[in-house]
């Protein structure tokens, strides 16, 4: 099975930008749907976006939409969190996952493996 470790996760103003990496071990991406959560204090776990086996790009909901990009470099064996314009509301754990599954949602019961978390926090 893969393993994910996320790392980028910073202090960050509002405002600004942040690319969080998640880097994956013990087998190649490829093989799976690769997708990024987050989640704040006190609330649920909250998709933010995925990109396919096929490299097709599932973007998050508002208010997300437009302003994060997942990518992901199959040579590099890593996953990409592009996350532009950040505000307060986005301080949160950003945490990698990993699907087999080749129709997947924004639930978090469709990613089978989790990488440990990355904080990212916004201050004003």
């Known amino acids: 099975q893969v393993q994910l470790v996320e790392s980028g996760g910073q202090l960050v103003q509002t405002g600004g930008s942040l690319r969080l990496s998640c880097g994956a071990s013990?087998?190649?991406?490829?093989?799976?749907?690769m997708g990024w959560f987050r989640q704040a204090p006190g609330k649920e776990r909250e998709f933010v976006g995925a990109v396919s086996r096929s490299d097709s790009n599932m973007p998050a909901a508002d208010p997300m939409k437009g302003r994060f990009t997942v990518s992901r470099d199959n040579a590099k064996n890593t996953v990409y969190l592009q996350m532009n314009g950040l505000n307060i509301g986005d301080t949160a754990v950003y945490y990698c996952?990993?699907?087999?599954?080749?129709?997947?949602?924004?639930?978090?019961?469709?990613?089978?493996?989790w990488g440990q978390g990355t904080q990212v926090t916004v201050s004003s």
């Open positions: 013990g087998r190649p991406i490829s093989v799976y749907a």
């Open positions: 996952a990993a699907t087999t599954l080749e129709f997947f949602g924004a639930n978090p019961r469709d990613w089978y493996y």
